[in-house]
T-cell receptor, first 109, second 115 residues
Framework: AQRVTQPEKLLSVFKGAPVELKCNYS??????LFWYVQYSRQRLQLLLR??SRESIKGFTADLNKGETSFHLKKPFAQEEDSAMYYC???????????FGQGTELSVKP | GAVVSQHPSWVICKSGTSVKIECRSL??????MFWYRQFPKQSLMLMAT?????????EQGVEKDKFLINHASLTLSTLTVTSAHPEDSSFYIC???????????FGSGTRLTVV
């Protein structure tokens, strides 16, 4: 079964604290994973994709095939990071994306 | 960068009427467009995938006669909610892709309220 799981619905941290948003996936093929961010009243934006292995806005994510995880991390959270974060898996069925349930990150001053 | 324009951004309609939502790729050719439905602070649920010139592929449980999708050109896809009911009220989002090697660009969404 193809599935993306984000176990935390809400994650609340203080400014400057490290943050990790969890994402686990289930997929029989070679996975291609993404993190998307949705700021309040804005459209979904690509944050990063695992094949790029880049860091955007201080966020990084490493694909761990053994643990089937793609957790999103940032060492020092900022208030402007407050948003909804979605982990997504690209399938080989017409390239459709399967999204996780989303995690709301709240960074308090 | 790639831009997708979605209109209208919000619409209120009466029960029983139909509503059309447009999704346009402004600066690239979208071979594939996806339509999602999103409930408040919840995930995006894929409704259907459409390829230009082909019939849309609907996800299980999505009524194709209720949610009509047309992808007549490489820059335009439309979603028509027919005979709308209050339970169709939701946030609808489109996404466009130029192909497997490219990413996905999302529209800003349409808030549909059926009264």
């Amino acid at each position: 079964a193809q599935r993306v799981t984000q176990p935390e619905k809400l994650l609340s941290v203080f400014k400057g604290a490290p943050v990790e948003l969890k994402c686990n996936y289930s997929y029989s093929g070679s996975p291609e994973l993404f993190w998307y961010v949705q700021y309040s009243r804005q459209r979904l934006q690509l944050l990063l994709r695992h094949i790029s292995r880049e860091s955007i806005k201080g966020f990084t994510a490493d694909l761990n095939k053994g643990e089937t995880s793609f957790h999103l991390k940032k060492p020092f959270a900022q208030e402007e990071d407050s948003a909804m974060y979605y982990c997504a898996l690209r399938t080989n069925q017409g390239g459709k994306l399967i999204f996780g349930q989303g995690t709301e990150l709240s960074v308090k001053p | 960068g790639a831009v997708v324009s979605q209109h209208p951004s919000w619409v209120i309609c009466k029960s029983g009427t139909s509503v059309k939502i447009e999704c346009r790729s402004l600066d690239f050719q979208a071979t594939t467009m996806f339509w999602y439905r999103q409930f408040p602070k919840q995930s995006l649920m894929l409704m259907a995938t459409s390829n230009e010139g082909s019939k849309a592929t609907y996800e299980q449980g999505v009524e194709k006669d209720k949610f009509l999708i047309n992808h007549a050109s490489l820059t335009l896809s439309t979603l028509t909610v027919t005979s709308a009911h209050p339970e169709d009220s939701s946030f609808y989002i489109c996404s466009a892709s130029a192909g497997a090697a490219y990413g996905y660009t999302f529209g800003s969404g349409t808030r549909l309220t059926v009264v």
